[in-house]
């Protein structure tokens, strides 16, 4: 089967379960799926029911598609996302993006867990991604073009401005602090050395993390926008750096996540 006739099974299995016309896509990184939970209505089938849709390994991701009503919207979220690391390729990474694309989905919004390299970013912060650097051994583009757009997508804003203007206005009014920067993508799973945040940081990175930007591109190509956080769960700053596990990156994530989920229901309810 082609990879068009998967997507277009599984859109169809999906509309199947009542899953129709949803406006949003969330996809929920490590220890932040909390925002799934305030969906009404709620459509949610366990990612084992899905063809085509990969399995989620990796503690902190639960697995599980939900369909309902945020914010009087129709949103479609992803709890627990697919690893370049797991063992899948680029192309089942990306799968649920394709999928949104065909559903309908025209606005992504993506979260992630990610080492701060910056020396103003304490652990705990929020940082809306206004750019990435793909440092994955692999694009997600590779191989014969998909026709949801071009061969060659621009990426002078794979997120959007005028979401990221939004957020920053709302984190404004809440009293939320947000920091900005750019994340940079790698394979993992091993989380980095003092030398590799030494080295992304001097490349321009602000955050590190294993995730997200294969999903941006792609989502990029399929015409969606993009809004991105970063909740920054540990620090890759000389003389900050200490030895870090996925215990400790869960526990800063779940602290974090009131503050990235208020932000995100009152964008989806202002946009």
Known sequence: MTLLAKINETAAFL??????????GLILGSG?????????????VDYSEIPNWGRSTVVGHAGKLVYGDLAGRKVLALQGRFHFYEGYSMKEVTFPVRVMRELGIKTLFVSNAAGGTNADFEIGDLMIIRDHIN?????????KNIEYGPRFPDMSEAY????????????????????????????????????????????GADAVGMSTV????????????????????????????????????????????P?????????????
Do not use: W
């Open 160 to 203: 959007s401005k005028e979401l990221i203007d939004k957020a920053l206005e709302i984190a404004k009014e809440k009293g939320i602090k947000v920091q900005q920067g750019v994340y940079i993508g790698t394979q993992g799973p091993t989380f980095e050395t003092p030398a590799e945040y030494k080295m992304f940081h001097i490349l």
């Open 259 to 271: 503050r990235m989920t208020t932000i995100m229901r009152e964008m989806i309810n202002r946009i």
């Open 32 to 44: 932040l799926g909390e925002l799934a939970e305030e969906i009404e209505n709620a459509v949610v």
């Open 135 to 143: 440092f994955f051994p692999e694009h997600p583009l590779h191989g």
């Open 214 to 257: 294969p999903e941006v591109i792609v989502a990029n190509h399929c015409g969606i926008k993009v809004f991105g956080v970063s909740v920054i769960t540990d620090l890759g700053v000389e003389g900050k750096i200490v030895e870090v596990s996925h215990e400790e990156v869960q526990k800063a994530a779940d602290e974090a996540q």
């Open 15 to 24: 509309k199947g379960k009542g899953m129709e016309a949803p406006e949003f």
